[in-house]
């Protein structure tokens, strides 16, 4: 199982040196289909062809980090297998990246972007929005989610990604289990399995942490050592709300 390295490479290069952006480690294939939700972004930036994963929340629009922004982005959606042409599979170009307005003010902060699909998505029985959580409602340490993405399944520098949907079991941390440098407890959680060495880190960056049925996080840094950091979507709620009441036609 292989993509193009240049999918894998250009992603190491968003993030500063010794942090990275998103794999399934210590995890397992997913049941073909059972994550509806999950959206797969083919990005180009420049000549480089890069990989992220994001989230159906709506049927047009979709979430991910800011970090995977592009100069176009391509969402496949319905997939389990992204390297075939599924009849489950929708491709859809995206309209408009809406990056928050405070990323990039300070590093890792604010790590999260709505997507505008140029065309609606047809939702069925393999394609589905997934639920958002209460603002400011946090998920307490010991809470047991998972993830899913079609990123690296090997940390370091193997350079082999997935073909089909991973996922694996994770765990809510106290925020002093992540104790890097630029890591904010009021927008960033802390997640991540260190004794069994399960996480997410690169190629699965933008993909949603899954709590019950609901979407609490988005992949988005850590070292090559679980726990790794997530976007804390409840802190970001007025925002998604307010953006995507704005755009709607």
């Avoid at 294939?29 to 159906?56: K, T, V």
């Avoid at 995977?68 to 995206?94: F, M, P, W, Y």
């Avoid at 997530?230 to 009441?245: K, Q």
Wanted: with cysteine.
């Amino acid at each position: 199982m292989q993509l193009f390295m240049l999918i894998l490479l250009p992603v190491a290069s968003l993030l500063p040196p010794g942090t990275q952006a998103g794999e399934i480690i210590g995890g397992q294939e997913a049941q073909p289909h059972s994550r509806p939700y999950m959206a797969y972004l083919d990005i180009q930036r420049g000549n480089n062809s890069l990989l992220c994963g994001g989230f159906l929340v709506s049927e047009n629009f979709v979430l991910t980090a800011a970090h995977c922004k592009g100069d176009k982005i391509t969402v496949k959606l319905g997939a389990h297998n992204i390297r075939e042409h599924e009849e489950s599979q929708q491709v859809i170009l995206v309209g408009h990246q809406y990056l928050h307005l405070d990323y990039g003010k300070e590093p890792h902060n604010n790590d999260i972007m709505l997507l505008k699909l140029a065309k609606r998505a047809k939702l069925n029985r393999w394609v589905k929005t997934i639920n958002l959580p209460h603002t400011k409602k946090k998920v307490k340490p010991g809470r047991k989610c998972s993830v899913a993405g079609w990123g690296r399944t090997v940390a370091q520098n193997n350079l082999t990604l997935a073909t089909t949907l991973q996922e694996v079991d994770v765990e809510v941390l106290k925020d002093d289990k992540c104790m890097y440098r630029h890591y904010n407890a009021s927008t960033m959680m802390c997640v991540g399995d260190p004794e069994k060495g399960k996480d997410s880190a690169m190629g699965d960056s933008g993909g949603p942490l899954v709590c019950g049925k609901t979407a609490q996080g988005i992949v988005s840094w850590g070292t090559y050592i679980p726990p790794g950091v997530y976007t804390r979507l409840s802190t970001f709620i007025p925002w998604i709300r307010a953006t995507m009441r704005r755009l709607q036609p």
